[in-house]
Nanobody, 130 residues
Framework: QEQLVDSGGGLVQAGGSLRLSCAAS????????MGWFRQAPGKPKEFVAV????????HYADPVKGRFAISRDNAKNTVYLQMNSLKPEDTGAYYC???????????????????????WGQGTQVTVSS
């Protein structure tokens, strides 16, 4: 069964750090761009970051630039999101997602919408206290 499993969330004080993981199983996702989204209560899913299938290009939403870093280890079929200098507004459920298509990269606008992805993790909760 093809699936993505998100982990690493938790409760952290403002200014703290967390590292989220997204482990893929059932098939290889090494030929797919991978994204992270987040969703606060009562709000739609929001793009956070995306990494190319080769792992050499990344893109971030403005609110997380300079604080978050997305990476991937294709040998482990895993994607990571390192989150530093966390703020209360970063609170929400975080989801990883895999591109609908194989070996696609560009234009970046094609990766900002949840509709670009067809495999989703179950989400991991991040709560940042002030």
């Amino acid at each position: 069964q093809e699936q993505l499993v998100d982990s690493g969330g938790g409760l952290v004080q403002a200014g703290g750090s967390l590292r989220l993981s997204c482990a893929a199983s059932g098939r290889t996702f090494s030929n797919k761009a991978m994204g992270w989204f987040r969703q606060a209560p009562g709000k739609p899913k929001e793009f956070v970051a995306v990494i190319s299938y080769t792992g050499d290009t990344t893109h971030y939403a403005d609110p997380v630039k300079g604080r978050f870093a997305i990476s991937r280890d294709n040998a482990k079929n895993t994607v990571y999101l390192q989150m530093n200098s966390l703020k209360p507004e970063d609170t929400g459920a975080y989801y990883c997602a895999a591109d609908k298509f194989d070996r696609r990269w560009g234009p970046l606008t094609g990766f900002l919408s949840p509709g670009a992805y067809n495999y989703w993790g179950q989400g991991t909760q991040v709560t940042v206290s002030s």
